[in-house]
């Protein structure tokens, strides 16, 4: 399964116009449940923070989705979104620079070689550490470049199936929904052990994707890929498709941002640097 062709292809058709470019970036906060957990966690975040002025690193930013609702909410926030793949890099510096976005800035950065010192306030890093096998070492790298008492906010899959693995074939080794991770999560004792040996003194990881998430992620993301890449013929379809699905999908993704859940296919991670004072 290559999720990488079909974010290529709706990037292309959203990129067209500006205004296109919000409307992907409404969509994605819409049908992304991990959206909704990280607005959640920066809305609390940013009410402590109000007469603060802030930077905060989108580590692994992509199309700059996250880096756009900051922007729209709190403009006077300096925001730096990293990537390593060059042509997203570009794309986004064309894009916020052409809805006059004067303080977001993207640039190409390695996570595993970063060596910022007590640059930002806040880090954000949503469905990144999965694809990196020196983990402990990025972790080590955000410590080092968060402010005495600044956050690290981590979306990640858990290893309750966070990427769908599973098995074609008695003879087969696992397969993932999304192929490209170098692992299929972590676990709640697992994260923590590694913001601690990253430095971090506190952290707060609790289960997102719980029963209601994972039939909602379902419904709204797994089925429409798996469809798109069979046939991209099935664009036409999808405006359709969500207008029967959507309801139910809102109600869960509801239940499942409120809801505690004991076990659950994704995490969502706070781990704070210990203020000077």
């Given amino acids: 399964m290559q999720y ?25 906060d819409l049908l992304l449940l991990r959206s909704w957990h990280i607005r959640k966690e920066l809305k609390i975040w940013a009410s402590d ?10 580590a692994g930013s992509g199309f700059g989705q996250y880096v756009y609702g900051v922007n729209r909410k709190h403009p006077h926030w300096k925001v730096l979104g990293v990537d390593v793949k060059v042509e997203q890099i570009e794309d986004c510096n064309r894009f916020f620079a052409s ?10 950065a390695d996570l595993t070689t970063i060596n910022w010192e007590e640059e930002f306030d806040l880090i954000l890093c949503v469905d990144v550490m999965e694809h990196i096998e020196e983990d402990v070492l990025v972790l080590s790298n955000f410590y080092r470049a968060l402010k005495p008492g600044g956050m690290l906010l981590i ?10 693995v599973h098995h074609h074939h008695e003879h087969e080794g696992p397969v993932g929904f999304i192929d490209e991770h170098v692992r299929d999560g972590y676990g709640i ?22 029963l209601p998430g994972r039939i909602a992620w379902k419904l709204s993301m797994k089925f429409p890929i798996l469809w798109l890449n069979k046939s991209r013929l099935f664009f036409v379809l ?40």
């Fill in 4 to 28: 990488d062709p079909i974010k290529r292809s709706l990037g292309k058709v959203f990129n067209s116009s500006p205004a296109l470019r919000k409307l992907f970036y409404r969509l994605l």
């Fill in 238 to 277: 999808l405006p359709f498709y969500y207008l029967l699905v959507y309801p139910l999908c809102l109600v869960l993704n509801l239940l499942d941002l409120y809801g505690s859940h004991q076990s659950g296919t994704g995490l969502i991670a706070k781990a704070m640097k210990k203020s000077n004072s």
């Fill in 189 to 210: 004792a697992d994260l923590s052990d590694k913001f601690k040996m990253a430095g971090f003194e506190t952290s707060d990881i609790r289960f997102q994707y719980g």
């Fill in 49 to 58: 923070h109000k007469a603060s002025a802030v930077s905060m690193l989108d």
């Fill in 99 to 108: 809805v006059g976005a004067h303080n977001v800035h993207f640039e190409m």
């Fill in 155 to 164: 979306s990640t899959p858990s290893d309750q199936g966070g990427s769908d």
